[in-house]
């Protein structure tokens, strides 16, 4: 397994361009099943959670070309199985995307549940309820959700809990279904409207995407399309921790500032000079970084995905700064490896206590998650000698070439094979 060696101290200098957004090349790629004819992704990121969605996909019998330039073209012509199987979706997750365009366009989907990870129980219930409602019939066994149906029927559906997947499954099943889908308190992320657009270019009828009421009246059938994902906000972000931490000078670019106002509001709060314009973000990273609190909500919210980086940088921030984690109930699990590193953290149920500034020391740790990974990057990036971060196959999942972009803007950073 890869590990990452860091020796800290240097500021980062330069200019770091973003990649497309994970999270929405996830559902995108899943989406591509909802039509017979040929849907070509641009900026799709090259990280290792869009090459487990290739083989599922596969599986399932589309075709799914790579081509230089971070473009994908799928086609999904025969849907020939139905089943995201243990093996894939205990690697990703994500995989229970595939559930609403599968049965949407088949009338038939199994499913492994995808179980507990790193940062909490994670159920689907909510995607199942809703499928249930526009007249599936839904089977969980032998761990598996096997869901049937002639064809869906639009549906009033109310989510209990803002479910980011939860409304892009729903949303993608609800293009093909008879009738209108309303669905109340959905997710507004970015990635929701990304996905939303694109099946609207695919002939979707959808309104109010980014909004908590979105209403699709089903069609009889969509077509191909050629679509560019939005640029990965929590890359960006990471990477403006990255300039705030090291008090360096770093030029974010090919990024969408409007997708991160929440952040950007807290690292100037905490002391940052962040200018932002089109599509471009410079952060100076000031010589004395104040405590700043921080919860995490749903989005315009501050992002749980980057609450771990911004532990990270409370570090270095004099004062003590309270980080509430409000969407998922165990995601503190890089306070511990920063403990090690020299950290002062206190975890009083979903909130950690921060006192800073703290000096931090280089140390061989371990990342739980993908998220978690970036944070134990960042504090390495200030930490006095060499770190060490095992078990980088988490990183690789969501950043793309993160070592190489680092690097390129002054970091000492290596891989290990
Ligand atoms: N929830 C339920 N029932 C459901 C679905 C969700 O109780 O059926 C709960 C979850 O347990 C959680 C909360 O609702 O407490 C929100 O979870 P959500 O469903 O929104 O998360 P997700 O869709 O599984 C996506 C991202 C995550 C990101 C979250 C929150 C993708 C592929 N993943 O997950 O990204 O943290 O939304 O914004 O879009 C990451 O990129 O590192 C990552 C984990």
Redesign the pocket.
């Given at each position: 397994m890869d590990k990452l060696r860091i020796k800290g101290g240097k500021p980062l200098e330069g200019r770091i361009r973003i990649s497309g957004a994970?999270?929405s090349a996830?559902?995108a790629m899943a989406a591509s099943l909802l039509t017979a004819e040929q849907v070509t992704l641009e900026n799709i990121p090259f990280v290792n959670d869009i090459y487990t969605t290739r083989r599922l996909l596969r599986e399932l019998g589309a075709s799914v070309e790579f081509e230089d330039d971070h473009v994908v073209r799928l086609h999904a012509q025969k849907i020939l199985s139905h089943e995201a199987p243990y093996d894939l979706v205990k690697t990703m997750?994500?995989s229970v995307?595939v559930l609403g365009p599968l049965l949407a366009r088949t009338g038939r989907a199994r499913v492994s549940l995808p179980g507990g990870c790193a940062?909490?129980?994670?159920?689907?219930?909510?995607?199942?309820?809703g499928l249930e409602k526009m007249g599936a019939t839904v089977r969980t066994e032998h761990g598996y959700v096997e869901a049937t149906v002639d064809r869906l029927a639009g549906a009033e559906i109310v989510f209990?809990?803002?479910?980011?997947?939860?409304t892009?499954n729903l949303m993608m099943a609800a293009t093909l279904a008879e009738g209108e889908t309303v669905l109340q308190n959905a997710?507004c992320?970015p990635?929701v409207v990304d996905i939303a657009e694109m099946l609207k270019d695919m002939g979707a009828k959808i309104q109010g995407a980014g909004t908590p009421t979105m209403s699709i009246r089903g069609v009889a059938e969509l077509k191909g399309t050629t679509h560019r994902i939005i640029p990965d906000r929590?890359e960006a972000g990471t990477f403006l921790v990255a300039g705030a931490i090291t008090k360096g000078e770093l030029e974010i670019i090919d990024s969408n500032p409007g997708h991160l106002t929440s952040v950007v509001e807290k690292l100037r709060e905490a002391g940052a000079n962040i200018e932002t314009g089109v599509g471009r973000m410079k952060i100076r990273g000031e010589a004395n970084l104040k405590a700043a609190d921080v919860v995490t909500k749903?989005?315009p919210g501050f992002?749980?995905?980057m609450q771990a980086q911004s532990m990270a940088l409370m570090t270095q921030a004099e004062g003590t700064s309270v980080i509430t984690e409000d969407?998922?109930?165990n995601r503190f699990m890089h306070a511990s490896e920063l403990m090690r590193m020299g950290a002062n953290i206190r975890i009083d149920g979903s909130r950690a206590i921060v006192t800073g500034k703290t000096r931090l020391s280089g140390a061989t740790v371990i990342a739980s998650?993908?998220?978690a990974s970036a944070s134990l990057v960042l504090a390495a990036l200030v930490a006095e000698g060499s770190t060490l971060i095992d078990r980088v196959y988490h990183l690789d999942r969501?950043y793309e070439k993160i070592e190489e972009k680092l690097q390129s803007v002054g970091a000492d950073i290596e891989r290990i094979k």
């Open positions: 994970k999270n996830l559902p997750r994500a995307l940062i909490g129980a994670r159920p689907i219930n909510l995607h199942i309820k209990d809990k803002i479910t980011v997947t939860g892009e997710a992320e990635e929590i749903e989005y992002a749980t995905d969407i998922f109930e998650d993908l998220r969501g």
